[in-house]
C-alpha cells in the first residue's frame, strides 16, 4: 500500500491555540483582573479552541486509518470504534478517555447551559496533553518530516 503523508499543520495550529487558550485562562492572576464578562469570553474561546481540536484530532484519526489501514475502514464508524482502532494503532492510549471527550463536545451543541461550558472548560485541561500526544505520534508516523 502507498503510504501518503498528511499535513498536520492544521492540527499542530490548533493543539497549540488550545495551549495559549488554556494558558490565558488558567492565569489566575490575569484572570482576576479582568471583568465577568471578559473572563466569560476567555472561557468561551477556550471552550471552542477545545471543540475544534477535538474535531480536528478525530477526523485525522481516521485520515491516518484510511491511508495506512485500509480505505474502507474508518469509513461510517462509530466513534469508539474509531478510537478502538486508533488505540490498535498506537496513535492514542485511553479508548475511554476519548469516549469522554465526544461526549464532552456532544454536550456543547446545539444550546447554551453555563453549567454544561463550565464542565466543557474543565474538560479541555485533560484534553489537551491527549492531543498533543496523538499529534506526536501522527507526527511520529508520517511518511514526511515535519513541516
Partial sequence: MTHMNLDLSSLRNAVDSLQRALNVSQDES????LSQDQRETIRAGTIQNFE??????????????????SPFTGEGVARRELFRLSAEQCLITDIECWMGFHAARNRTSPTYNREVAQETFEIAIPFHPQAAALLDALEQRNDSPKS
Fill in 52 to 69: 475544534f481540536t477535538y474535531e480536528l484530532c478525530w477526523k485525522f484519526m481516521k485520515r491516518w486509518i484510511q491511508i495506512n489501514v
Fill in 30 to 33: 490575569a484572570m482576576a483582573r
